[in-house]
């Protein structure tokens, strides 16, 4: 899933737009997430996500941001139930069965029970019209990122839509804990979010898991391979200066795999360019040093969590 857009951004020449329709061959499938307040506008981003090639078209309800719900995007979207679906309808005439069209939501703009009527008028409304499946994030817009996520709430969800599909967010920081979200909840899938940056190996430690096989955490010389290729995508974008303080806040994440994490996250914090990003892996990244064994990323689970919502 592509990283969310305005929909006037994609409409809109531009850079960006051209930016935005530059798929590689390697991304597919690949989805396109929008946001924004106006239907026609919705419809329009997203016939252009699908002209330029995505493969589904997600809408965005959920985001807690609170510029994003001033100007009546994102999560303030679950208020206005009404409004929501003529987005959802606009979006999915305009597609017209040629890629699938999901959501994501939040359990509610807050704790009222007003705001969970509207969450299930729109769950449902979204299905009825069309919709592939919805993501739900089991916290509401108000919460953000504080406090636990209720996956008891997923699994009301998925009982009450049956077949349909759901996918379950929130609070999935380790492959331990999307299995343990799709047992608990009966879920069909799960979508991870924060607990993917500075940690790509989660998906196959996800695969892993579900299959039955035994999950390892990745090597130091696994870790450095992705933070080159990461770093070698951001280049492709961002002058050297600027790609190292774009990549920071991502090295300080890797940093909860290093067997010397301490050490480790406070090098990433203090670089300020690409070649100190470059002189970390020469230091902490060397294949010919010995490394402790890394500890399991299902034990930093908490530690984690702590840290992205302080």
Same mark, same amino acid.
């Given at each position: 899933?592509?990283?969310?857009?305005?929909?006037?951004?994609?409409?809109?020449?531009?850079?960006?737009?051209?930016?935005?329709?530059?798929?590689?061959?390697?991304?597919?499938?690949?989805?396109?997430?929008?946001?924004?307040?106006?239907?026609?506008?919705?419809?329009?981003?997203?016939?252009?996500?699908?002209?330029?090639?995505?493969?589904?078209?997600?809408?965005?309800?959920?985001?807690?941001?609170?510029?994003?719900?001033?100007?009546?995007?994102?999560? $303030?979207?679950?208020? %206005?139930?009404?409004?929501? *679906?003529?987005?959802?309808?606009?979006?999915?005439? +305009? @597609?017209?069965?040629? #890629?699938?069209?999901?959501?994501?939501?939040?359990?509610?703009?807050?704790?009222?029970?007003?705001?969970?009527?509207?969450?299930?008028?729109?769950?449902?409304?979204?299905?009825?019209?069309?919709?592939?499946?919805?993501?739900?994030?089991?916290?509401?817009?108000?919460?953000?990122?504080?406090?636990?996520?209720?996956?008891?709430?997923?699994?009301?969800?998925?009982?009450?839509?049956?077949?349909?599909?759901?996918?379950?967010?929130?609070?999935?920081?380790?492959?331990?804990?999307?299995?343990?979200?799709?047992?608990?909840?009966?879920?069909?899938?799960?979508?991870?979010?924060?607990?993917?940056?500075?940690?790509? $190996?989660?998906?196959? %430690?996800?695969?892993?898991? *579900?299959?039955?096989?035994?999950?390892?955490?990745? +090597? @130091?010389?696994?870790? #450095?391979?992705?933070?080159?290729?990461?770093?070698?995508?951001?280049?492709?974008?961002?002058?050297?200066?600027?790609?190292?303080?774009?990549?920071?806040?991502?090295?300080?994440?890797?940093?909860?795999?290093?067997?010397?994490?301490?050490?480790?996250?406070?090098?990433?914090?203090?670089?300020?360019?690409?070649?100190?990003?470059?002189?970390?892996?020469?230091?902490?990244?060397?294949?010919?040093?010995?490394?402790?064994?890394?500890?399991?990323?299902?034990?930093?689970?908490?530690?984690?969590?702590?840290?992205?919502?302080?």
């Amino acid at each position: 899933m592509a990283e969310v857009v305005l929909d006037e951004h994609v409409v809109l020449k531009g850079k960006l737009r051209e930016r935005l329709f530059e798929i590689a061959p390697d991304d597919h499938p690949i989805g396109g997430q929008l946001m924004g307040s106006r239907p026609e506008q919705f419809a329009e981003a997203a016939n252009d996500l699908v002209e330029a090639g995505y493969d589904s078209v997600d809408l965005n309800f959920g985001c807690p941001v609170r510029k994003v719900l001033g100007r009546c995007r994102g999560g $303030f979207l679950l208020t %206005e139930p009404e409004h929501a *679906l003529t987005i959802v309808k606009a979006v999915i005439d +305009s @597609v017209g069965g040629r #890629r699938p069209v999901t959501l994501k939501m939040r359990r509610g703009f807050d704790d009222s029970a007003e705001s969970e009527r509207h969450f299930f008028a729109i769950l449902d409304g979204a299905f009825g019209l069309g919709a592939a499946a919805v993501t739900v994030h089991a916290r509401t817009v108000e919460q953000r990122y504080i406090g636990p996520s209720k996956w008891d709430f997923l699994a009301r969800v998925k009982r009450h839509v049956g077949s349909h599909t759901i996918l379950g967010s929130g609070d999935l920081f380790s492959s331990a804990a999307v299995r343990r979200m799709m047992d608990e909840t009966g879920i069909d899938g799960a979508s991870v979010a924060r607990g993917a940056i500075g940690n790509p $190996f989660i998906f196959r %430690e996800c695969a892993a898991l *579900l299959q039955g096989i035994p999950v390892s955490p990745p +090597s @130091v010389a696994e870790q #450095r391979e992705a933070i080159e290729f990461q770093l070698t995508e951001i280049l492709k974008l961002h002058d050297p200066v600027h790609a190292g303080r774009a990549f920071r806040k991502f090295g300080i994440s890797y940093a909860n795999l290093h067997p010397m994490r301490d050490e480790v996250r406070q090098a990433f914090i203090n670089a300020r360019n690409t070649q100190a990003i470059r002189d970390i892996l020469a230091v902490w990244y060397n294949a010919d040093r010995e490394w402790p064994a890394s500890t399991p990323r299902a034990m930093l689970t908490d530690l984690i969590a702590a840290g992205a919502e302080g």
